[in-house]
Structure formats: structure tokens, C-alpha cells
């Protein structure tokens, strides 16, 4: 079983920044494939950043240019540094991993974190 320990999450004035962090544990393999999701109320989860062994960083037209993924595969651990931030940002931001190298934004059997909070207000 894999478990994925998520924090950073808060809340922030539009414009300012936060660095989500997600480590994963409970196995001595690694989980090539992290990211992120995030789902806002009324809607569906969506998909936000990834990155995995093989390809660099992976994200969601709405974030391109402002959210930088990384990890340290020693630590399996996924970072998520988002700046200037809007108030349609704000979500519940779920880590997501898979023991396998798959895409992470499509494939269906990931791992699921508890999800933590990005307010952002004006």
C-alpha cells in the first residue's frame, strides 16, 4: 500500500504564492509517476501538473506559466510551487502517484492523497 502525506496548503491574497508537498510511503519502491489534481466546488476533479522518471513537467492550460512541479525521487516526493495565484485556483489539491510509469493525468489506478486547501481571496 502506498500513502501519500500532502502539506503546504493555506490561504493567500491573489498574486502570492504557496509550495505544495507530497511524499510518498509505505513501500521501499519508488512511484515514478506524481502530480496533481484539484477540484473547486460544484465541479469535478481536474487535472493540474504532473511529472514522472521518463518526461519533464506536465500541466493544465490554466496553470502553464505559473505552477512549477519537481520531485525528489530518492524522497518520493512531489513539490508543487504555485505563484501568482488567483481566486480561481482556490481547491482542494489531491496528490496523485502510480507505482508504474504511466501518464498520471489519465491513468485510472493512481494512488490518492487526503487533499489539502488553497484559498485564495482578493
Known amino acids: 500500500q502506498v500513502q501519500l502525506v500532502e502539506s503546504g496548503g493555506g490561504l493567500v491574497q491573489t498574486g502570492g504564492s504557496l509550495r505544495l508537498s507530497c511524499a510518498a510511503s509505505?513501500?521501499?519502491?519508488?512511484?515514478?509517476?506524481m502530480g496533481w489534481f484539484r477540484q473547486a466546488p460544484g465541479k469535478e476533479r481536474e487535472f493540474a501538473a504532473g511529472t514522472n522518471w521518463r518526461d519533464g513537467g506536465t500541466y493544465a492550460d490554466s496553470v502553464k506559466g505559473r505552477f512549477i512541479i519537481s520531485r525528489d525521487n530518492a524522497k518520493n516526493t512531489v513539490y508543487l510551487q504555485m505563484n501568482s495565484l488567483k481566486p480561481e485556483d482556490s481547491a482542494v489539491y489531491y496528490c496523485a502517484a502510480n507505482s508504474r510509469l504511466v501518464p498520471i493525468a489519465t491513468s485510472r489506478d493512481n494512488y490518492w492523497g487526503q487533499g489539502t486547501q488553497v484559498s485564495v481571496s482578493s
Open positions: 509505505g513501500r521501499t519502491i519508488s512511484v515514478p509517476s
